[in-house]
T-cell receptor, first 113, second 113 residues
Framework: DQQVKQNSPSLSVQEGRISILNCDYTNSMFDYFLWYKKYPAEGPTFLISISSIKDKNEDGRFTVFLNKSAKHLSLHIVPSQPGDSAVYFCAASYGGSQGNLIFGKGTKLSVKP | NAGVTQTPKFRILKIGQSMTLQCAQDMNHNYMYWYRQDPGMGLKLIYYSVGAGITDKGEVPNGYNVSRSTTEDFPLRLELAAPSQTSVYFC????????????FGSGTRLTVV
């Protein structure tokens, strides 16, 4: 049973526009959520995280929104750049400040010039 | 600063053979992890360690063994390779806090034939 779901396998956006990547989860015990970016033949790279006590966290062009009542989070990239083209993984953790991460299947983002 | 180093990058094994995937980190991280990623799937946790001499099973530990004799190294052992173990293996490390995520290695692509 998937606890972290990324229902869109792929997303294509135009350079300069907003990219919105979505993630749903089923376990209400999750207390930390993270986004990772992965290029082919490389390991995942940490992007941004959010605690369950917050509803928004921002870092430059990346903003993560958390809606606990809907068990939904999203990653907004503004403006999108061709270098953002990669697979994005949503991950969740429970168990306090150090819990093992559970990953979604990923969404492949393509940003077209 | 090399981060997390995994060797080898690629390997082809025959059914029943054994091998060790090496992982080393130079960031003085207490926590280390082994994940596998099958095509079109998210990362699944095999084993993890919270410090030298301490290891524990993750979601998919069957067919694997680990040891952690030093802070820096966390090798993953496959004793009797099976085709189901064909995957990309990622090692990661972190401090005991989740908010900055894990640092991943670049992966080992393993094929069992």
């Amino acid at each position: 049973d998937q606890q972290v779901k990324q229902n869109s396998p792929s997303l294509s956006v135009q350079e300069g526009r907003i990219s919105i990547l979505n993630c749903d989860y089923t376990n209400s015990m999750f207390d930390y959520f993270l986004w990772y970016k992965k290029y082919p033949a490389e390991g995942p790279t940490f992007l941004i995280s959010i605690s369950s006590i917050k509803d928004k966290n921002e870092d430059g062009r990346f903003t993560v929104f958390l809606n606990k009542s809907a068990k939904h989070l999203s990653l907004h990239i503004v403006p999108s750049q061709p270098g953002d083209s990669a697979v994005y993984f949503c991950a969740a953790s429970y168990g306090g400040s150090q819990g093992n991460l559970i990953f979604g299947k990923g969404t492949k983002l393509s940003v077209k010039p | 600063n090399a981060g997390v180093t995994q060797t080898p990058k690629f390997r082809i094994l025959k059914i029943g053979q054994s091998m060790t995937l090496q992982c080393a980190q130079d960031m003085n991280h207490n926590y280390m992890y082994w994940y596998r990623q099958d095509p079109g799937m998210g990362l699944k946790l095999i084993y993890y360690s919270v410090g030298a001499g301490i290891t524990d099973k993750g979601e998919v530990p069957n067919g694997y063994n680990v040891s952690r004799s030093t802070t820096e190294d966390f090798p993953l052992r496959l004793e009797l390779a099976a085709p189901s173990q064909t995957s990309v293996y990622f090692c990661a490390s972190s401090f005991p806090t989740i908010k900055n995520g894990y640092t991943f290695g670049s992966g080992t692509r393993l094929t069992v034939v």
